[in-house]
């Protein structure tokens, strides 16, 4: 039986928005575009809070939330060791590297960031650093393979990514920008409690350099991939890429922002680089262990097909960021603070009702021409959220 290997990228705050296969035109990602052509694009992955803690806790331990700490020796790392998988993580945060030992991971990487501001070229940034000593391991994969039974082996990268240091080039930052009277953001530190009604230029400038650090994650995703794409087809490599939270940069109120698409939705690609195949879209609601599952049961010697990963989608998924709330269906996104459950809305405010998914944005409230609509979600969200009073 030929073994089989997987890796699997999580880069913390890419929200799917910023990917040309989720709509985003503003920039080019054409190494991530090439694997999504070839690969499975699940359209609406959605984290129920927009933690690194809560995400980890969901996908590896099956927690069901960030509160809970079951799982223990029964995550997805155990299960993978139980299985004969050898499991590496590569990560540049110290918080993951002490969660994936706690999760059963058989080795476990980390390589910490250097940078403290816009590095002099794209191999300077962390991210480089990284995904160059990822792809150099994957490299050996094919040295210390040559024995008749095979290893089966998973590499697991989280990077900080677009959510600690912004370190892309100045330069880089420069040529992002429309209008060439805007100064680039210059600084090091994501910006946060951004609002619609800042300063447009400032705006644009975070935006900018959001755009860059994209661009840095696109060339250096490219040496992991041709390391990838370089195992014998013995290896069958699984490649994956998803995040674990989007970054706000101002589109909604900083108040609410955490549950809206920018924060939450989050791009998840699963590509099989033993055959090159038109690319498959998955169009519904999903949790971020959807990329779990398709790699357990790449392992489990399933057949490749993709058909089957994300079959059918949940019904409805409820996302908390105290105090808010958003629940979603395959129509429709209402958003609302928690205890609110009014019969119609009191304003133009909140609740809010986006038609989903046309209105990938969420920025057309169309509450006050659905109130039936609105009082049908509050109870559902009601209904799977513990009651609480309303903090207004």
Known sequence: ????????????????????????????????????????????????????????????LKAESCLSTTGGNNGFLHR??????????????????????ESGASRVVLIQGVSRGPAASVDATDLARLLINAAEFVSSWRETSTTTEQQERM???????LASTWDAPLDLRRELLDDDEIQPFAGAAPPFGLSPEDDPDVLLSYRAAYAAQVAVLDVCIAA??????????????????????GLALGEHQSSSAPVHNECLHVPSIIGFSEAQRPGLRVAGLQTPDVVTEAI???????????????????PNLVSVVEPWYAVRTNDWTLIDLLGNEQSEPAD?????????????????????????????????AAASTPRRKNPR
């Not at 590499?155 to 990514?161: A, E, Q, R, S, T």
């Not at 041709?226 to 674990?244: E, G, I, N, V, Y």
């Open 155 to 161: 590499l697991w990268v989280h990077c900080k990514g």
């Open 224 to 245: 992991l991939l041709t390391a990838s794409q370089s195992l014998s087809k013995r290896k069958s490599p699984l490649f994956a890429m998803t995040s674990c939270r």
């Open 1 to 60: 039986m030929h073994s089989r290997s997987a890796i699997c990228v999580v880069v913390d705050g890419l929200r799917a928005s910023a990917l040309g296969a989720y709509g985003n035109t503003m920039y080019p990602t054409p190494t991530l575009d090439a694997l999504a052509a070839t690969s499975t694009v699940v359209e609406r992955v959605i984290c129920t809070e927009p933690t690194v803690d809560s995400f980890y806790r969901h996908v590896w």
């Open 80 to 101: 993978l060791g139980q299985e004969r998988v050898e499991s590496t993580v590569f990560t540049d945060d110290p918080a993951v590297a002490a969660l994936a030992e």
């Open 296 to 314: 357990e049961a790449w392992f489990g010697h399933e057949p490749t097909s993709t058909t089957s990963i994300g079959a059918g989608g949940l």
């Open 348 to 380: 133009t405010t909140n609740p809010r009702l986006y038609a989903s998914p046309d209105d990938r944005w969420e920025l057309n409230n169309v509450a006050e021409r659905c109130p039936d609509i609105v009082a049908e979600l509050q109870q559902l």
